[in-house]
Structure formats: C-alpha cells, structure tokens
C-alpha cells in the first residue's frame, strides 16, 4: 500500500478506494466477498514481528504506562522504559527483556519503536572521539539537544495525533457505515453498545487537530505552543468517560458476535475495503482508552524538555495537571456506575424500604457498621448503618432471622453538622456517653446522638463523614453526575435478580474496616496492571487485591456478584 499524508480528518492524499474522477467508490461487503476471499482471514502482525526476530532484528518497544506487578513470571517497567521483544506470537502477551530480567509483558502497554536503529545510535558512541571542549561548549550542546528532544516529543505528538484520527476515521467510514447497511445483521442498539459515542469522539478530535496544526510550527518544531489547545479543549475530553464505561460492554457484545463465521468474515472485509492495517475490531475499538490515558503522559515528557524561559511553560504545566484530572473524572465516573449496581441491588434486599430510591441522591457507600442511637430520654436502639453520600440509612436485624435488615429511616447529611462529644454527661441532652458524636440540624432542632462500642469504631465514623463531605464537595466542583436512565436501569437489573428471591443476606453483619479514601489530587495516573488488551479501560489507580470493604457490604446482601 503506498504511503500517503493524513489530513486532519483522517483522510488520506491518495487512496485506493477513490476513483479518477475523485468520488470515493461505495464498495460492498458481498463486492469484496467475491472479489477476494482469500483476503477474508485475519491475523499477520505478530507473524511480522517474529520473522524479524527470526532473522536476527533486535525488536524494540518502548512502554506506553506503567506495569506493576508481584507476578515472577511478569516484566515490570516504566512508561518509557525501552523493552526487547524476544517473542510476539500471542495478541495480548509478549515475552521481553529489559535491564532486569526476561519474562512476559501485556503487548497492550507498549508500542514498537519505529526506528529499531535509534538505541544502537544512542548508546554506541564513538571510540576515541573528542573531549567536550569546554563547560560553555558543553552548555550549548545540552540547550541544542534538549531543543532537539522537545521537538522529538511535538512531532510524537503530532503524528500519533493524526494517525489517531486515521483510526477514528477508519472506524466510523469502515465499521459503522458497512455496518448500518446490513440492518439483517446488527440492530440499531448492537451497534450503539459496540462502537458507543465514538463518531462524536471522532468530530471533537478533528477540531482539536485543526486547533493543534494552527499551533504547531513545522519549519522549528521546538517552538511549537500547543499547551493552550489542550486547556481549551479539556471540557471537551470528557466525553471519553461514556465511551470508556462503554467499552466492557462493547467487549462483550463483540466477543459474542465473533463467535459466527459470518461476523468474523463480515468484520474483516470491512477492515479490507478500508485498507486498513492488520488489528482486528476490538484492537481498534481499545484505541480511544488507550488515547486519553496517553496525553498526560505525553505532556509530561513535553514538559521535561520545556524550559522555565519557553512561552510555552505554563500552559503545558496546567495542561498535564487538566488532562490528569481528565483521566481522573474518567475513571471516578467508572468506579461509581459499578458501584450504583450492588446500591442498587442492596437496597432491594431491604424489608419495608420507604420513600425515594437510594441512587436518587447517592452513588457511593462510604461506611457501615453497628452504633446505638440514644434518644433524648435516654432510650437506646442498636441499628445498623449504612453511611452514603448525602444520606445516612438506619436498618435493624430481624431479632429470629439474623440475615434480613429492615428499614428504619434516614437523615439527610447535607443538613447536619458533625459534633464531636467527650466522655462524661453531655449538658444539652443531660445524659452520660461515651464513645458518642452528634449530628446536629443547620436549619431546625433536630438532633442525633451516636455511640459506638469502642473508641477507634468512634473514630472511623468521624473520619467516614469528614470522607463523605470531601466526595460530595468533589463531586460538585467536577460536574460529577450519573445520569437518570442509568440509576434507572441499575434499579430495573437489580429488581428483576431481586424477583422471586426471599429477602435476607448470607452471613452476620461484620463492620468494614475503615477506609482511607484519598483526595482527588492525590490519585496517581496510571493503567491497571495484568489485564489483556481487551480490559485496558481503568485509568486510574492499579488493580489491587480485592477490598474488604465491598466483601462486608456483600455479606449484608443476598446476591453474589
């Protein structure tokens, strides 16, 4: 196929599928079909890969992210890291070896360096060459090289940037278009689960290129002021988090199809008559999750080579901090639509459950455990409590069967303020606590009073509303909302699983162990470890072993994930 530019809309100078006259031919699947079915069958990148190793090549790939891991068996690196593919005949796993050991890597977390050469020019410096000159000597050629790298990083930037756009284009001309047309093949909401909001990923990320080329400078790289795009365009980011809360179910429904013959074949003459390179569907569907947990690490390596003194500074700073914040929207919006499914369905586990839904205010459990409520008169109720952004739920144990809640209230946390009691006889209530705190109305007199059986039980409360304030105020400055017709459907799933099903939950209620639910700010960027290439949509804490936390709450619940 013969080389061709890539305009800003992802299209391409010269084409096989344009005519003399100009006009893009409308070929068919069947056309293709029949003209060439011996094209039909995929595969062929990894075999590339490996007949250079085979004959010698040292093949290089250099990390996109980071990979932890505790897994022997696993390479760990850097994003940046330069690793040597020793074998490359499995999609999702490849066998490398950097400077610490070989072992096996997610190919999904690496991209080959294009020029296999450039390590060797490097580290290969020459035998009895000349001695720096001179510290001013020295000096100069530091500010050239890092000159030099900067424009490495803009033209890196910029290219991936218009090969992306290629790939958007690709998707939408040569998936979706093919796709609509076979209406006995896909409905209409098949095709909306598999490529989701992508076509409008595509038009925002066309008038962010056009804004990118206006700003990049061709004949001196260097000078390129970029940093301002980014920031006017970072509202515009967010519409990755519906294609990225999309994309397990894309995966899924995907995967389903790919199992007929006719799918298969179907998907790769589309991918044929667009000329498109050798991945298959989900290789290219991966690719808009991939992209926004790149740009912070691109600007990062920008900014390392951006001088104080360069125009540019400031902007490219604010912009690696806006698109952290990106990915962490991104991802925080991810983490609360799974956690509105088990609210959900707990909440249908409730007896007697009253007034509105949960997830009609609240998307998260921050806490839960036992305390006895005291009432002025100095009755006491033990309760159990489920403490959730904006509200607290009150619910007390059946007294034979030990494994069913019921319902017994709420208090709306928005209106309260937390008080703090020491030990000894409070004077507004008259009454001797201990291990106590109040909760006390802004706007009339209602009051509760809280004690727990031991001092640290007091002080996860404590800490849990301080948590549940910070994510509420969190959640407002970042514009973070779950729509009405997903609270709707995670209500709809959870009545259909709870139908039939006797109320209660499986095992005694043990209080969680307190969690630390660090700030916004403070959440590193990075993807998931140990994860195929279809999984990569996490961005942005690594996979850890599974929380207590949730394990508590589902043992207070009748369903199993």
């Known amino acids: 196929m013969r080389a061709s530019n890539i305009s800003s809309d992802g299209g391409t100078e010269s084409s096989a599928l344009v005519d003399d006259n100009g006009s893009e031919e409308d070929y068919s699947y069947e056309d293709l079909c029949q003209g060439n079915p011996r094209y039909l069958q995929p595969g062929g990148e990894q075999l590339a890969i490996n007949e250079l190793i085979g004959d010698g090549s040292v093949v290089c790939a250099e990390a996109l992210w980071d990979h932890v891991t505790m897994d022997d068996q696993e390479l760990g690196f850097k994003a940046g890291d330069v690793i040597q593919v020793l074998e490359a005949s499995n999609k999702d796993w490849w066998w490398g070896r950097n400077e610490d050991k070989e072992a096996w890597f997610p190919a999904s977390f690496v991209r080959l360096r294009v020029n296999q050469e450039e390590l060797s020019e490097k580290s290969g410096g020459t035998p009895g060459g000349e001695q720096a000159e001179g510290t001013g000597t020295d000096r100069h050629r530091h500010c050239e090289s890092k000159q030099q790298m900067r424009a490495n990083v803009i033209q890196e930037i910029m290219n991936t ?47 962010f290129l056009k804004d990118l080329e206006k700003q990049y400078n061709k004949e001196e790289p260097h000078l390129s002021e970029i940093g301002s795009c980014f920031l006017q365009h970072q509202e515009g980011f967010g519409i990755y988090s519906e294609y990225c809360n999309n994309h397990p179910g894309a ?23 667009q000329q498109m390179i050798d991945i298959a569907l989900d290789g290219f569907l991966l690719t808009p999750v991939q992209k926004i947990c790149k740009y912070p690490l691109q600007l990062a390596e920008l900014l390392k080579y951006t001088t104080q003194e360069h125009s540019d500074h400031s902007n490219i700073k604010a912009a690696y901090e806006a698109m952290k914040n990106v990915a962490c929207l991104i991802n925080e919006r991810k983490r609360k639509l799974e956690s509105i499914d088990k609210i959900a369905r707990w909440q249908v586990s409730i007896v007697g459950w009253e007034g509105q839904d949960i997830l009609d205010r609240s998307s998260e459990l921050i806490h839960s455990g036992e305390l006895t409520r005291i009432s002025k008169q100095g009755r006491s109720q033990q309760r159990t409590f489920f403490l959730f952004d904006h509200q607290l739920v009150s619910c007390k144990k059946d007294l034979l069967r030990r494994d069913m809640l019921y319902y017994r209230g709420r208090v709306d946390m928005d209106d309260m303020e937390l008080v703090d009691l020491e030990d000894g006889r409070d004077k507004d209530w008259n009454l001797s606590l201990k291990n106590a705190f109040k909760l006390v109305s802004r706007t009339t007199d209602e009051a509760h009073v809280f004690c727990a059986r031991k001092q640290e039980d007091k002080a996860r409360w404590l800490q849990a509303c301080a948590d549940e304030r910070r994510r509420v105020r969190e959640d407002r400055e970042m514009g973070m909302e779950i729509s009405e017709n997903q609270k709707k459907l995670a209500m709809l799933n959870a009545q259909k699983a709870g139908h039939g099903k006797s109320k209660g939950y499986g095992g005694c209620p043990v209080a969680p162990p307190h969690q630390t639910l660090h700030p916004l700010h403070q959440r590193h960027v990075t993807v998931p470890t140990s994860v195929p290439q279809q999984q990569v949509f996490a961005l942005a804490e690594p996979k850890r072993k599974p929380s207590l936390f949730w394990h508590t709450f589902n043992k207070l619940t009748p369903f199993k994930k």
């Open 161 to 207: 940037e218009r090969v992306y756009i290629k790939h958007l284009k690709d998707i939408c001309e040569g998936y979706i278009r093919q796709c609509r047309k076979h209406t006995g093949m896909f409905t209409v909401a098949q095709l909306a689960t598999i490529f989701g909001n992508i076509e409008d990923i595509y038009k925002f990320q066309r008038k």
């Open 251 to 273: 995966c899924a429904e995907l995967s389903g199809l790919m199992k007929q013959s006719r799918y298969r074949h179907f998907f790769e003459a589309c991918r044929l008559l």
